[in-house]
Nanobody, 116 residues
Framework: EVQLVESGGGLVQPGGSLKLSCVASGFIFSRSWMLWVRQAPGKGLKWVSQINSDGAITEYADSVKGRFTISRDNAKNTEYLQLNSLKPEATAVYYC?????????WGQGTQVTVSS
């Protein structure tokens, strides 16, 4: 079964940090581009970041550039998103996606809440 499982979300104060993880199974992770998207309360989905199969290419939305870092460990079939200097507007459900066979597989999402 193709599956992505996120973890690492939670409640953090403004200016704080979190590290999200996404563990993949059921497909060849090391050949897949991986992405993070987020959905804020009452809003649509927004692309956050993506990374190519070997980790050499990373891209970020302007709103998170310089504060978020995407990475991957192909030996562990795991993708990460380090969130630093968090702002309240980062409050959202964060989803990881993986490119598999011409389609995207989604994880179940992990909630990030930035509040004092």
């Amino acid at each position: 079964e193709v599956q992505l499982v996120e973890s690492g979300g939670g409640l953090v104060q403004p200016g704080g940090s979190l590290k999200l993880s996404c563990v993949a199974s059921g497909f060849i992770f090391s050949r897949s581009w991986m992405l993070w998207v987020r959905q804020a309360p009452g809003k649509g989905l927004k692309w956050v970041s993506q990374i190519n199969s070997d980790g050499a290419i990373t891209e970020y939305a302007d709103s998170v550039k310089g504060r978020f870092t995407i990475s991957r460990d192909n030996a562990k079939n795991t993708e990460y998103l380090q969130l630093n200097s968090l702002k309240p507007e980062a409050t959202a459900v964060y989803y990881c996606l993986g490119g598999v066979g011409g389609a995207y597989v989604w994880g179940q999402g992990t909630q990030v809440t930035v509040s004092s």
